[in-house]
């Protein structure tokens, strides 16, 4: 389904107005939003959703981290990791820290879209594409 | 055994440790060779993506909420929901003269059966043509061995001469007899030991063609032993279209490594209406918008990004070239159609193929009027611009005579003298495929059509005439030609020589 500019424009600026001062989604001012949106009922309205649903989802990403790690080092060094990321970010961060056995040893740290990993089974993939 | 221990262990002392940072996506959708990913925020224009199972694709729509990607390879384990990385890099080829005698697909992987190629240079397959400093205008020949193309449409070294024509008109025969006179030249110029010989090599980007056709082009470079100075990029009709997209800039890729090593090289592409129709199809399925005959928009870019790439550098810049070209199929004639009129007005001329010619037995048919080379004749060798020089004028004044004369049946001398010549001409300039003759040769065959030695041979014997005169001048009658390919003159000396050679050969020939 295509969008036009202003209502993406439209659901850049609702999730501007959904953000607290720390940079989080505010549950209440998404539903305040929501029933304001009901009422005044702009032109796609369930295109101006489907995109607004999208931008709360992608920015809750931004401050999710979800921390793998595999063996005792790897739960060492992922909570080091963790303390230099809130220390950096302007957002505290919300976390989902998993043992995942198949990474060997070492972690792994996705923030956002981003991925950050130091494992055993990552170093062993690239030497395979060494090969292949 | 102990040297795969070694490699082994060598690669894992190689191994880098540090911890990696990788952009990821998920597939959201996927559909004719494209996928959608959401994600890969900070994926490049043109950045390979790494698909799982060692599928790769190539970012090329980078939208405010996915982003959208071709694949290469094969897509069909691939399912929603699957994790994209992005590379950090380019797509790029391997480039460099380990290439050469080879059979690559569009991503410069052999498909020959030869083993594996052994290269460590690369180039990205989409680079930024050369500029205006370090090019210099065409003045080296570049002949394709065809009479009639090298004396109406001389092609120099680093101009792109578009091949045009309808399906079956040679178009293709045309490209190849061009690289197997290189071949030709490349041997004969490495065995003389002359120190400033370049030697021009070739490749050969073959798209969205029937298996059959490649195998049948390789076939006859074999056999005329042409391959070992060819490269063939081969993205056949089966292959996706993001292949086929991708084949022509490989290639180029390929060409530029010779090109910017001061070294001179032919790249053919056949052909360009099946890469813009490739290209058509990536873009429907992405969503871009379409324009006329449901291209998009940016076609005409397509092309010459493709066809500036092609240059001739001067001195400072290693004095290399990279000439082109291009192939287009017409339909019933048409050159106003959208994709020939693009290319057209990239290119530096054309050779266009008449249907109608071809029928009639002209075969290469070569339309005189409509083909043209605006850069090439600077680059003709001295001794052939002299005794070519009238012929493209001869053949299109007989061409307009001879469609008036069928209603007139008396003519006056000089007319009649003009049909007669130019019907000699057209004769001369037949040639079957697969045979192309040296510039001397020709030089001396044209001379001999100039002075008139072919004037009491009768219409339908000049071509078997030619073809024993051609005989003649590369065994008992040499001597003339080598001045001529030596010197690249044509002198009062060796005309004299030329004549009573020509006189001797006409004895024997009855
Ligand atoms: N100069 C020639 N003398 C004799 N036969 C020729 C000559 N040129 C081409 N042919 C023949 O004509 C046929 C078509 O030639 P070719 O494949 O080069 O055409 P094409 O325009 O590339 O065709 P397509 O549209 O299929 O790509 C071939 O069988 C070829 O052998
Ligand atoms: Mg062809």
């Known amino acids: 389904m295509s969008s036009t500019i202003k209502q993406r424009r439209l659901a850049k600026s609702l999730l501007q107005l959904s953000l607290s001062d720390d940079g989080r989604i505010e549950r209440d001012s998404v539903k305040e939003i929501l029933e304001s949106l009901l009422v005044s009922r702009p032109s796609g309205l369930v295109t101006v959703l489907r995109l607004f649903l999208h931008q709360i989802r992608r920015h809750e990403y931004t401050y999710h981290a979800r921390v793998e790690y595999g063996g005792k080092e790897g739960e060492k060094l992922s909570e080091k990791i963790l303390e230099k990321l809130n220390q950096n970010s302007s957002k505290a961060l919300d976390l989902t820290v998993i043992d995942n056995p198949k990474l060997i040893a070492g972690c792994k740290i996705r923030l956002g879209d981003d991925v950050y990993e130091n494992s055993i089974s990552d170093r062993l993939n690239k030497l395979q594409k060494t090969f292949f | ?510």
């Open chain 2, 1 to 510: 055994m102990s040297s795969i221990t070694d490699l082994i262990r060598k690669e894992i002392e190689n191994l880098s440790t540090d911890a990696t940072r990788t952009n990821v996506g998920t597939i959201t959708t996927l559909a004719d060779g494209v996928a959608k990913v959401e994600g890969l925020s900070k994926v490049m224009f043109n950045e390979m993506v790494e698909f799982p199972y060692n599928v790769l694709g190539i970012a090329l729509n980078l939208e405010e909420d996915s982003v959208g990607c071709v694949l290469l390879g094969d897509t069909s384990s691939l399912k929603e929901g699957d994790e994209v990385r992005t590379t950090g890099k380019l797509l790029s080829v391997p480039v460099g003269k380990a290439l050469l005698g080879r059979v690559v697909d569009a991503v410069g992987r052999p498909i020959d059966g030869k083993g594996t190629i052994d290269s460590d240079l690369s180039f990205p397959v989409e680079r930024i043509a050369p500029g205006i400093i370090p090019r210099k205008s065409v003045d080296q020949p570049l002949q394709t061995g065809i009479m009639a193309v090298d004396s109406m449409v001389p092609i120099g070294r680093g101009q792109r001469e578009l091949i045009i024509g309808d399906r079956s008109t040679g178009k293709t025969t045309i490209a190849i007899d061009t690289i197997i006179n290189q071949a030709k030249i490349n041997k004969q110029g490495e065995k003389s030991g002359d120190p400033d010989f370049r030697p021009v090599y070739c490749i050969y980007v073959a798209l969205g063609q029937k298996n059959s056709n490649v195998a049948r082009t390789i076939k006859a470079l074999e056999e005329k032993g042409a391959m070992e100075y060819v490269t063939i990029v081969s993205a056949p009709a089966a292959d996706n279209p993001a292949n086929q997209y991708l084949a022509p800039y490989s290639g180029c890729a390929m060409g530029e490594w010779f090109m910017e090593n001061g070294m001179d090289a032919l790249i053919v592409y056949d052909d360009l209406s099946k890469h813009a129709v490739a290209y058509r199809q990536i873009s429907l399925i992405l969503k871009r918008p379409s324009g006329r005959e449901a291209y998009p928009g940016d076609v005409f870019y397509l092309h010459s990004r493709l066809l500036e790439r092609s240059a001739r550098l001067n001195e400072d810049s290693g004095n290399g070239s990279l000439t082109a070209l291009p192939i287009i199929e017409t339909q019933m004639g048409d050159v106003s159609g959208y994709i020939p009129t693009n290319v057209i007005s990239i290119t530096d001329g054309q050779i266009f193929l008449e249907t109608d010619l071809f029928n009639k037995g002209i075969k290469p048919a070569v339309s005189v009027g409509l083909s043209v080379s605006r850069v090439g004749s600077a680059a003709q060798i001295k001794a052939y611009k002299k005794v070519a020089g009238k012929v493209k004028l001869e053949l299109a004044q007989f061409r307009e005579l001879a469609a008036f004369s069928q209603f007139e049946s008396d003519l006056d001398a000089s007319t009649k003298a003009r049909l007669d010549r130019g019907a000699r001409i057209v004769e001369m300039f037949k040639q079957g495929a697969y045979n192309p003759v040296p510039v001397e040769v020709q030089t001396a065959v044209m001379w001999g059509m100039q002075n008139d030695f072919f004037d009491s041979i009768a219409v339908e014997d000049i071509t078997r005439s030619v073809d024993s005169l051609k005989e003649y001048l590369s065994t008992q009658g040499k001597e003339p030609c080598e001045e001529i390919y030596n010197s690249g003159k044509l002198e009062e000396s060796t005309e004299q020589k030329l004549r009573s050679a020509l006189e001797d050969w006409k004895r024997t020939f009855s």
